[in-house]
């Protein structure tokens, strides 16, 4: 026969340094009013939390969706750019030859027409004859020196820059002034 095991009250209680401490002071019960408004506070504050996102998730939909319609055309008019380029060429070739002439004349009137088209769809030329050269508006592809203006001053436009509202569509390639490159002074003899 197997001997009974001793019944929990005559075993000797065993108790360890952590568990002095756990068993002395009994765990705090939380009145069950105060239990529900902490958790009413919990669920009002990520509602407002969630009210909150979602009222900047439909700001930013709306922002995007507008700025989508604004430059919706800003690859169509990057691509008509260079159409332009070669009208323009062909208007000067035809202004060279006669400005009285028919040709010159229909050219004038489409070039007329095109310039009205980019300005009604919100393009401006970006402006740099004369102007400091500026990096975010201009594409410098040659330097020249010059002793009429300061430097960095754009001397020419090669191919024109513009911009859809206040987004650079296009820069405008320019030639930057330098400083001349001042003569050898003649050394003076030392005395």
């Given at each position: 026969?197997?001997?009974?095991?001793?019944?929990?009250?005559?075993?000797?209680?065993?108790?360890?340094?952590?568990?002095?401490?756990?068993?002395?002071?009994?765990?705090?019960?939380?009145?069950?009013?105060?239990?529900?408004?902490?958790?009413?506070?919990?669920?009002?504050?990520?509602?407002?939390?969630?009210?909150?996102?979602?009222?900047?998730?439909?700001?930013?939909?709306?922002?995007?969706?507008?700025?989508?319609?604004?430059?919706?055309?800003?690859?169509?008019?990057?691509?008509?750019?260079?159409?332009?380029?070669?009208?323009?060429?062909?208007?000067?070739?035809?202004?060279?030859?006669?400005?009285k002439s028919m040709i010159f004349m229909g050219m004038s009137m489409v070039h007329r027409q095109i310039t009205d088209f980019l300005r009604d769809s919100g393009v401006t030329e970006v402006e740099a004859l004369d102007k400091p050269f500026d990096p975010n508006l201009?594409?410098?592809?040659?330097?020249?020196?010059?002793?009429?203006?300061?430097?960095?001053?754009?001397?020419?436009?090669?191919?024109?820059?513009?911009?859809?509202?206040?987004?650079?569509?296009?820069?405008?390639?320019?030639?930057?002034?330098?400083?001349?490159?001042?003569?050898?002074?003649?050394?003076?003899?030392?005395?």
């Amino acid at each position: 026969m197997s001997e009974p095991s001793p019944s929990p009250e005559t075993q000797p209680e065993v108790v360890q340094a952590g568990d002095a401490a756990e068993t002395s002071a009994p765990a705090p019960q939380l009145d069950p009013l105060e239990a529900a408004q902490a958790e009413i506070t919990h669920w009002k504050d990520l509602a407002y939390r969630n009210a909150a996102e979602l009222d900047n998730f439909r700001k930013r939909a709306a922002r995007e969706a507008q700025e989508a319609r604004a430059y919706a055309n800003a690859d169509l008019l990057r691509a008509l750019f260079p159409i332009l380029d070669n009208f323009e060429m062909g208007l000067d070739a035809a202004r060279a030859e006669s400005e009285k002439s028919m040709i010159f004349m229909g050219m004038s009137m489409v070039h007329r027409q095109i310039t009205d088209f980019l300005r009604d769809s919100g393009v401006t030329e970006v402006e740099a004859l004369d102007k400091p050269f500026d990096p975010n508006l201009h594409d410098a592809v040659a330097q020249e020196a010059s002793d009429k203006v300061a430097e960095g001053t754009v001397l020419r436009v090669t191919r024109r820059g513009y911009r859809l509202k206040d987004r650079l569509l296009r820069a405008a390639s320019v030639v930057v002034s330098t400083v001349p490159a001042s003569a050898p002074e003649a050394e003076a003899p030392q005395s």
